[in-house]
């Protein structure tokens, strides 16, 4: 094994970064309706920082204080959304040397505080990733620099956690003719491997999608860019709303979708409605491994497989400005793919209902 190869070959998600226009109002959201606890925030002169976490998942929210401020300019072009992707590893220095040497744009020279070593290189678009080589053996604070609670000292409730322990993936939308090139910088730089391709068609719609992973699977990104010979769809909508490539949803897993959802919509969570027609050509799609058909439909939950299992998914409604960035919340049971069947499926079914309306009048 080379040396860079040993070096990304621990690669893991520390904690995903939002750049936001009131980082206390962006925290209490996720507080109250997606169940994530305060764990601490950090003010300078230029920024103010919080951090949540549920499970292994560590959110952060960064507002910037000055117009100069990355996280002011980022929100200028794009509105709130997910600015950095940070990546856990052994030695945050060598990871930031060797990325470098293959092509990466350093952003932040590494640095210590708090035992911590962080240091951050350009990732796509100007979406950045930050190596975080937390303290040896340390269960204490999450990242440097932390006080308890938001800067007036309170804590939001968080409530009953609803179970969204583990980041599954990040969807990004790329500009068409740039999914091979960002592929590339993955694999060469990272040593990301491809593990997943498909071209999938919507109607007149149409994208190719490639997955890319880390060594250790444990960093997953879908990168997703139009099909430049189809009609304009949802991927071209996201690039014109976020004024360029960036994350359209982050995935989070549970163990128990049903409950999840249960829980999440309790707390004024908005998703996607699926038609019932989707439903009724469930059971000749596949047998479900998990839940029956009336616990999923009436939560709008969707079904996919793949040779190695089953997943269930469904999609927040997004509260962007913009109708950009979302939430998907996902439960695996094996599978390795990213329901795409549940993009032909749900839209045969709305065709199938559209249809059945336009008969009936």
């Given at each position: 094994?080379?040396?860079?190869?040993?070096?990304?070959?621990?690669?893991?998600?520390?904690?995903?970064?939002?750049?936001?226009?009131?980082?206390?109002?962006?925290?209490?959201?996720?507080?109250?309706?997606?169940?994530?606890?305060?764990?601490g925030?950090?003010?300078?002169?230029?920024?103010?920082?919080?951090?949540?976490?549920q499970?292994?998942?560590?959110?952060?929210?960064?507002?910037?204080?000055?117009?100069?401020?990355?996280?002011?300019?980022?929100?200028?072009?794009?509105?709130?959304?997910?600015?950095?992707?940070?990546?856990?590893?052994?030695?945050?220095?060598?990871?930031?040397?060797?990325?470098?040497?293959?092509?990466?744009?350093?952003?932040?020279?590494?640095?210590?505080?708090?035992?911590?070593?962080?240091?951050?290189?350009?990732?796509?678009?100007?979406?950045?990733?930050?190596?975080?080589?937390?303290?040896?053996?340390?269960?204490?604070?999450?990242?440097?620099?932390?006080?308890?609670g938001?800067?007036?000292?309170?804590?939001?409730?968080?409530?009953?956690?609803?179970?969204?322990?583990v980041?599954?993936?990040?969807?990004?939308c790329?500009?068409?003719?740039?999914?091979?090139?960002?592929?590339?910088?993955?694999?060469?730089?990272?040593?990301?491997?491809?593990?997943f391709?498909?071209?999938?068609?919507?109607?007149?719609?149409?994208?190719?999608?490639?997955?890319?992973?880390?060594?250790?699977?444990?960093?997953?990104?879908?990168?997703?860019?139009?099909?430049?010979?189809?009609?304009?769809?949802?991927?071209?909508d996201?690039?014109?709303?976020?004024?360029?490539?960036?994350?359209?949803?982050?995935a989070?897993?549970?163990?128990?979708?049903v409950?999840?959802?249960?829980?999440?919509?309790d707390?004024?969570?908005?998703?996607l409605?699926?038609?019932?027609?989707?439903?009724?050509?469930?059971?000749?799609?596949?047998?479900?491994?998990?839940?029956?058909?009336?616990?999923?439909?009436?939560?709008?939950?969707?079904?996919?497989?793949?040779?190695?299992?089953?997943?269930?998914?469904?999609?927040?409604?997004?509260?962007?400005?913009?109708?950009?960035?979302?939430?998907?919340?996902?439960?695996?049971?094996?599978?390795?793919?990213?329901?795409?069947?549940?993009?032909?499926?749900?839209?045969?079914?709305?065709?199938?209902?559209?249809?059945?309306?336009?008969?009936?009048?």
């Amino acid at each position: 094994m080379s040396v860079g190869s040993s070096v990304f070959s621990d690669l893991a998600v520390h904690h995903v970064e939002f750049h936001v226009t009131d980082a206390v109002w962006a925290a209490r959201e996720l507080a109250g309706q997606y169940g994530f606890a305060v764990v601490g925030s950090r003010q300078a002169e230029d920024h103010l920082s919080v951090a949540l976490r549920q499970g292994s998942t560590i959110l952060v929210v960064t507002e910037g204080l000055t117009d100069g401020h990355p996280a002011s300019l980022y929100v200028q072009q794009h509105g709130d959304g997910v600015a950095d992707l940070a990546l856990r590893t052994a030695d945050a220095r060598a990871a930031f040397e060797v990325a470098v040497s293959r092509g990466a744009r350093a952003v932040i020279e590494p640095a210590a505080r708090d035992g911590f070593v962080t240091a951050t290189v350009g990732g796509f678009g100007d979406v950045t990733h930050t190596f975080v080589q937390p303290p040896e053996g340390s269960a204490g604070p999450v990242l440097p620099g932390l006080t308890p609670g938001l800067p007036d000292g309170q804590v939001p409730e968080a409530g009953p956690a609803p179970g969204l322990g583990v980041v599954d993936h990040l969807a990004v939308c790329l500009e068409s003719g740039t999914l091979d090139p960002t592929v590339d910088f993955y694999r060469t730089v990272l040593d990301f491997d491809v593990t997943f391709v498909e071209h999938i068609l919507v109607g007149k719609q149409a994208m190719f999608s490639k997955v890319v992973q880390s060594p250790s699977r444990l960093v997953t990104l879908t990168l997703i860019e139009p099909d430049a010979s189809a009609a304009a769809g949802q991927i071209d909508d996201f690039l014109k709303g976020h004024g360029g490539p960036g994350v359209q949803h982050l995935a989070l897993c549970s163990t128990d979708i049903v409950s999840a959802i249960s829980a999440l919509t309790d707390r004024g969570v908005e998703f996607l409605r699926t038609p019932d027609t989707y439903y009724d050509r469930l059971g000749q799609r596949l047998d479900l491994a998990r839940y029956d058909v009336g616990q999923l439909q009436s939560r709008n939950i969707l079904v996919d497989e793949d040779h190695d299992g089953q997943l269930f998914q469904i999609f927040a409604r997004s509260t962007h400005p913009r109708r950009t960035f979302f939430f998907e919340v996902i439960e695996r049971l094996g599978a390795r793919t990213f329901g795409s069947g549940n993009i032909r499926a749900l839209y045969e079914a709305v065709e199938a209902e559209r249809t059945q309306t336009h008969d009936v009048l």
